[in-house]
């Protein structure tokens, strides 16, 4: 015979349903208004021109690689905007130059960190402050046996010599000097003070499209014998080059410029991803030569999210998660951030990725979802921290203020 308690167990389960409260909203209201009211500084994007044809948002545009199997989120038509074709077009019609400004309006960016080869006259300070490009400098000599490594590979260094023949010319010179000692100090250090000069906040260095992170400390000497070898092998030249990085950050340093680093999983079926992971950069975290150089660990480091966590103990190094709010969920993201939040504040800063992925999905729209999707992964992390008891509403708006802005401000003397 059954148990006559069980027949009320339906009753039960269906009295304590509508009962039970109702599901609270993913942000709470009050700090989602607050969050969407900051105007944000972004670490990083890559805006481009008002004028047609503008090729230098990045030094290595991924727009040209072999396929690869493309994220959901990354896919055609995964995102709805309010830009469209049609309304891009009228708006540049009727902002000219002011353009580029307009669109940091429409998805609440006060300043934008322009990932660029060269600024132009429609993106300028004080909405937008400049990223150039160092990784042409650390690869001097001949590339040929690094670019045949594959497709994507040899696409890049043929960028990379185009734009190192660039700062050649600039430093008034058309081939490397005979030494390592004239090379870093007619070229290397002259092409910084010129971008410091020009109004650079940071280098950028996207090198984990082309080698790993792991920079290791080489002395002088060793770096010269192999530069003097003009093609060395690869294990000789990767001396070379890790000697120019810790050369170069070193010089940001004393200059007052950041170090941005590539830290994802990065475009292209040949991406080395277990190069990019993050704990490669601990040597240089550890170094004291380059405790004055602050080091931003761009993209955050996904997959490798944790061990940049971890890694934020350093006392220069920082992160942002541009690229992650298109790349995964607000929530996925949101879980992430609040690790973040609760070790180190100070050092996590919002960041866009707007970049011109496709005629559809250009710099605008992506900077738009990366804004919205940003704020909701930050508005989700900051609500789940307040709702454990860990903080006060008015600690959240003070965390949401310094990721959207305060961090970044500081960081950058903006």
């Known amino acids: 015979m059954p148990d006559r308690r069980l027949l009320f167990l339906p009753a039960l389960f269906l009295l304590l349903v ?218 000789d030249y990767k001396l070379l080059q890790d000697y120019l990085f810790r050369y170069i950050a070193a010089e940001c340093g004393r200059l007052g410029m950041a170090v941005h680093l590539h830290t994802m999983a990065g475009a292209g079926s040949y991406f080395d991803i277990a190069g990019a992971n993050p704990l490669n950069l601990e040597s240089l975290f550890n170094d004291p030569a380059l405790r004055k150089t602050n080091i931003v660990m761009v993209h955050g480091g996904w997959p490798f999210t944790r061990e940049i966590n971890a890694m934020l103990q350093k006392p220069n190094a920082y992160v942002d998660f541009s690229g992650q709010s298109l790349l995964v969920s607000p929530t996925t993201l949101s879980v992430t951030i609040r690790e973040w939040l609760e070790h180190v504040p100070e050092k996590v800063m919002f960041a866009t990725d707007g970049y011109p992925y496709s005629p559809e999905f250009g710099w605008e729209e992506g900077g738009w979802v990366g804004a919205h999707r940003g704020r909701e992964a930050l508005g989700r992390a900051l609500t789940a921290m307040l709702r454990d008891g860990e903080i006060t509403h008015q600690r959240a708006v003070e965390l949401a203020r310094m990721v959207l802005r305060d961090n970044a401000k500081k960081l950058y003397g903006i």
């Open 18 to 235: 509508g009962c039970s409260p109702q599901p609270q909203a993913a942000i709470d209201p009050q700090l989602a208004t607050e969050i969407a009211n900051i105007k944000a500084i972004d670490n990083h994007a890559h805006p481009v021109l008002a004028a047609e044809g503008d090729r230098e948002f990045d030094a290595l545009p991924v727009d040209n690689m072999e396929p690869q199997s493309d994220p959901v989120s990354l896919r055609p038509g995964a995102f709805h905007t309010p830009f469209t074709a049609a309304s891009k077009s009228a708006a540049k019609q009727q902002h000219g130059a002011q353009y580029p400004a307009w669109v940091l309006d429409q998805i609440g960016v006060d300043v934008m960190l322009a990932n660029r080869v060269a600024m132009g006259a429609s993106i300028q300070p004080p909405r937008f402050r400049w990223v150039p490009y160092a990784d042409a400098l650390i690869f001097p000599l001949d590339n040929s046996l690094l670019a045949a490594k594959n497709s994507d590979r040899k696409a890049f260094f043929a960028l990379e010599d185009k734009l190192r023949a660039r700062y050649l010319t600039e430093s008034g010179l058309q081939a490397p000097p005979p030494t390592l000692a004239e090379y870093v100090s007619r070229v290397v250090t002259p092409t910084l003070e010129r971008h410091k000069q020009g109004g650079a906040v940071a280098e950028k260095f996207e090198a984990a499209y082309l080698r790993s992170l792991s920079f290791d400390a080489v002395d002088a000497a060793q770096a010269d014998r192999v530069y003097r070898q003009r093609t060395p092998s690869a294990a």
